[in-house]
């Protein structure tokens, strides 16, 4: 996607833009109209420069890791795993994870019979709370769109084959709710911890594009 390094924006004060330089790239078109939406909030009493710094402090906060401690406490603990299903937020509250945008989480669980995987048809929509950034492919107009026409060929090229048998389900999140997939526990891991089985859940496997390997699969992949 081009985006225009253009905008004309016209405000009475007499500080300065901070970051710039002869020697930096200019402020691109998005990056300039955050700026200005902030100033003119701040400048309308609507927020304060400390809330905006506090906010950013939580956005970056938040990664995988916090979803991977979710999906673990799922997997060995039945009583959290069906207050999970029934109420993502709720459940992730418990954990001290909050749901700072508002938004509801739904949380779906892959089976033997049906993978479930996440995308946002119209533009980024994402569980940020419990997992950060969006990953730019996310983003993408070309996974937007075939995610909901062809998710198998989707998958495949994620390195994903699931079984003609085994139902696929795809979820389009928006403003007011986001998904997090709950994904199979790998076999063989039986003998492992809570904290040893966080560490193996990762992103896109929580986004369902991917699935989580056993600890030995994953050690053999790094040897070949």
């Known amino acids: 996607m081009t985006v225009p390094d253009h905008h004309n924006h016209n405000h009475d ?3 300065a833009h901070p970051g710039v330089t002869k020697d930096e790239e200019p402020y691109g078109y998005y990056a300039t109209l955050e700026l200005a939406v902030r100033e003119l909030l701040i ?3 609507l927020i304060t420069a400390d809330e905006h710094r506090r906010q950013i402090e939580i956005l970056d906060s938040r990664s995988p890791v916090l979803g991977a401690k979710v999906v673990a406490r799922a997997w060995t603990d039945p009583e ?4 999970l299903l029934a109420d993502g937020s709720a459940a992730c509250e418990e954990l001290g994870i909050t749901m700072y945008d ?5 949380v779906h669980e892959n089976t033997d019979q049906v993978h479930n995987m996440v995308v946002c048809t119209l533009c980024s ?4 709370p419990v997992l950060g950034l969006p990953p730019d492919w996310y983003k993408n107009k070309q996974y937007r769109a ?3 026409k062809e998710p198998r060929a989707v998958l495949k090229e994620f390195g994903t084959t699931i079984r003609d048998e085994v139902s696929i389900h795809v979820h389009d999140s928006n403003a007011n709710m986001r998904y997090l997939i709950l994904p199979l526990r790998p076999t063989g891991t039986e003998h492992l911890t809570e904290e040893e089985l966080a560490g193996l859940v990762t992103r896109d496997a929580m986004i369902g594009v991917t699935v989580v390997k056993s600890s030995l699969v994953q050690t053999n992949r790094g040897q070949a």
């Open 125 to 128: 929509c994402y569980p940020r």
């Open 102 to 106: 508002g938004a509801h989480l739904i």
């Open 80 to 83: 959290f795993k069906k207050r």
């Open 146 to 148: 075939r995610a909901v």
């Open 43 to 45: 400048e309308a009493g």
């Open 13 to 15: 004060h007499d500080h």
